[in-house]
Every structure is written in structure tokens, then in C-alpha cells.
């Protein structure tokens, strides 16, 4: 019996952080150029695009534009971020406060960042 409650435990601490804040779903850019769902991949949190205003930009449906995103503080992540306008990956930062999304791609060590701000879809 406390080998089964040690393997639960052993589960819970692995998968935990990756739900924290309740990320995970579906999310609009506030701009309304895009969608994004985040969902575990293994211990961290990727996001991959679902809907394009534009098809014909350079984004791409089912492209992962956020992955390896890990617990970095309440409510926040840090990982990386796939920007299909440049074709270059930058230090990535999230948070969740109430029912937004921010989500920032970094240079610099995190000096300079442009933010974006997003909604979940419902």
C-alpha cells in the first residue's frame, strides 16, 4: 500500500508543474492575428499555433512556436520561443494573471523583450 502512494506521489510531483496556473487550452493573441494551444510535452509546456488571420504569412498551422516552457515562479514559465517572421528562436518568458496570457520573446539575456498579450479561447 505505501509503494502505491509513493508511485502517485512520484506522479504528481513530475506532472504538477506543467499545469500550474491552468495554462494548458487554447489562447488569442489580443492583436487577433493568432491562436495558440499549450499542452504538456513531457515536463515542460509547448505551444503550437491552431488558427492564422493571415495563412498566407509566414506562420504555419501546427507549427510549435513555444516549447520547453517550465515552471519559472508562481504562475510563470521560462523556455523558448519560435518567431516564424524572423525564422530565429529567443528566450522565452510567460505569465498567467487571472484569465491573461502574457507571453514575451527575449534578447539580450532578457533585457530587451516584446510582449504580447492573450485571451483564453472558450
Do not use: H
Not at 18 to 29: L, P
Not at 57 to 76: C, E, H, L, S
Amino acid at each position: 500500500m505505501l509503494r502505491r502512494f509513493w508511485i502517485a506521489g512520484v506522479v504528481v510531483l513530475t506532472f504538477a508543474p506543467a499545469f500550474a496556473g491552468d495554462v494548458v487550452g487554447e489562447w488569442a493573441r489580443a492583436d487577433g492575428k493568432a491562436k495558440v494551444k499549450f499542452a504538456p510535452c513531457g515536463v515542460s509546456l509547448c505551444g503550437m499555433v491552431t488558427w492564422l488571420k493571415d495563412p498566407t504569412g509566414p506562420g504555419r498551422i501546427g507549427q510549435r512556436v513555444f516549447y520547453d516552457m517550465k515552471p519559472d515562479g508562481a504562475n510563470a514559465w521560462a523556455g523558448t520561443a519560435f518567431n516564424p517572421e524572423d525564422g530565429k528562436d529567443y528566450s522565452s518568458k510567460m505569465s498567467l494573471e487571472g484569465a491573461n496570457l502574457t507571453t514575451a520573446g527575449c534578447i539580450l539575456g532578457g533585457w530587451i523583450c516584446k510582449s504580447f498579450s492573450w485571451t483564453r479561447v472558450k
